[in-house]
C-alpha cells in the first residue's frame, strides 16, 4: 500500500516542483538586463520566492523517490514515476501556455502506455536467501 502512495505524491512533487521551477526561471530571464542576460538571470532567479519553492517541492520530490528506489525495483520505479513527463507536457501546455504540438501529444501517450505495461509486471525484488530462491523457482517455471 505504501508504494502507490509514496508514488503518487513523488509525481505529484516532480510536476508542482518543474512547473514553479519552470515559471520563476522565466520570470527571472523577462526580469533579467541585455547584455548580461546570465547574471541578471541568475540574481532575479536566486531573489525570487517561485524558484526557491520549486526547489523546495523538488528536494521532497528527491527524498521521495529515494524512499521509493529503498524498498522497490529501480526497474518499476523509474518508468512508473515516468507518467510525471506526460504531466508536465500537460502542465506546460495548460498553465505555463507552451506550444504543445501532436508528435510531441503522440510521445507523452506512448509514455503512458509503457507505464500501464510496466505496472502489469510482478516486482522480483527479495531481501532474504529464502525469498530469493522461491523467486528463482517461480521465475524458471
Known amino acids: 500500500m505504501r508504494t502507490p502512495v509514496v508514488l503518487s505524491l513523488s509525481v505529484l512533487t516532480q510536476v508542482v516542483g518543474n512547473l514553479l521551477l519552470s515559471k520563476g526561471m522565466k520570470e ?68 505555463l501556455h507552451e506550444s504543445v504540438g501532436p508528435l510531441r501529444w503522440a510521445g507523452s501517450i506512448i509514455i503512458c502506455l509503457g507505464v500501464v505495461l510496466v505496472t502489469q509486471t510482478k516486482s522480483w525484488t527479495v531481501t532474504s536467501r529464502d525469498e530469493e530462491a522461491t523467486a528463482f523457482k517461480e521465475f524458471n517455471t
Open 28 to 95: 527571472a530571464a523577462a526580469a533579467s538586463t541585455v547584455g548580461r542576460e546570465l547574471v541578471s538571470t541568475a540574481a532575479h532567479a536566486i531573489e525570487s520566492p517561485t524558484v526557491w519553492l520549486g526547489i523546495v517541492i523538488l528536494t521532497a520530490f528527491f527524498l521521495l523517490n529515494s524512499a521509493l528506489v529503498s524498498w522497490a525495483d529501480l526497474s518499476f520505479v523509474l518508468p512508473a514515476t515516468s507518467v510525471a513527463y506526460v504531466l508536465n507536457v500537460a502542465v506546460g501546455h495548460f498553465f
